[in-house]
Nanobody, 126 residues
């Protein structure tokens, strides 16, 4: 069983940066692909970014490409989401997710992930 805890959210102004953290425990961290998703009020949870178990592959939603960067530290069992040039439409609860993979695939759908954190709120004021 994998437990995920997100942190780093907050209230910022448009154009600012934030770095989200996800700490994992249980399971074998470097056997998991890791993803970030977000959910705004009244909206479905949507894909933001994902990284393969070996960091070889990364994938981003078009809406964040060029502004957000996903990374991971397998020695510390952590995954990060660096968010730059934040916009009001980035306001949401951000969730970290994990799934065991035997390859360097990068899942991008909510149904592909088995483990989820509780989320951290990001609010961007315009």
């Amino acid at each position: 069983q994998v437990q995920l805890v997100e942190s780093g959210g907050g209230l910022v102004q448009a154009g600012d940066s934030l770095r989200l953290f996800c700490a994992a425990s249980g399971g074998t961290f470097d056997s998991n692909a890791m993803g970030w998703f977000r959910q705004a009020p009244g909206n479905e949870r949507e894909f933001v970014a994902a990284i393969s178990r070996s960091t070889f592959n990364k994938y981003y939603a078009d809406s964040v490409k060029g502004r957000f960067t996903i990374s991971r530290d397998n020695a510390r069992n952590r995954v990060y989401l660096q968010m730059n040039s934040l916009k009001a439409e980035d306001t949401a609860v951000y969730f970290c997710a994990a799934v065991y993979t035997a390859s360097n695939r990068v899942p991008t759908t909510t149904t592909s992930y088995d483990y989820w954190g509780q989320g951290t709120q990001v609010t961007v004021s315009s």
